[in-house]
């Protein structure tokens, strides 16, 4: 059974980080890349970065450039969003998902439950 566990999420200031974790358990991890969506209140799911099975490939969403790094460590079978200068507007439900292939944009196949970022003062 594929699973996928989100952790990290809480409440952060403007201007600070947070580290958003995704342990994969139930597929062969280092086979198909990863993505990171989210949803903020009120709106629709927003793609926010993705990576390739080997991480040797990473892609961003035009406003997380420069602030969040996605990485992956495939002998534990995790994923990671580090996030630095949060704003307000990244308060959200942040999702790690399942790739169907080892490259990013074929669509995902399965999605974690979702960890909370709350961006406030």
């Known amino acids: 059974e594929v699973q996928l566990v989100e952790s990290g999420g809480g409440l952060v200031q403007p201007g600070g980080s947070l580290r958003l974790s995704c342990a994969a358990s139930?597929?062969?991890?280092?086979?198909?890349?990863m993505s990171w969506v989210r949803q903020a209140p009120g709106k629709g799911l927003e793609w926010v970065s993705a990576i390739s099975w080997n991480g040797g490939s990473t892609y961003y969403a035009e406003s997380m450039k420069g602030r969040f790094t996605i990485s992956r460590d495939n002998a534990k079978n995790t994923l990671y969003l580090h996030m630095n200068s949060l704003k307000s507007e990244d308060t959200a439900v942040y999702y790690c998902a399942k790739d169907r292939v080892g490259s990013p944009g074929r669509g995902y196949d399965y999605w974690g439950q979702g960890t909370q970022v709350t961006v406030s003062s």
């Open positions: 139930g597929f062969t991890f280092d086979d198909y890349a």
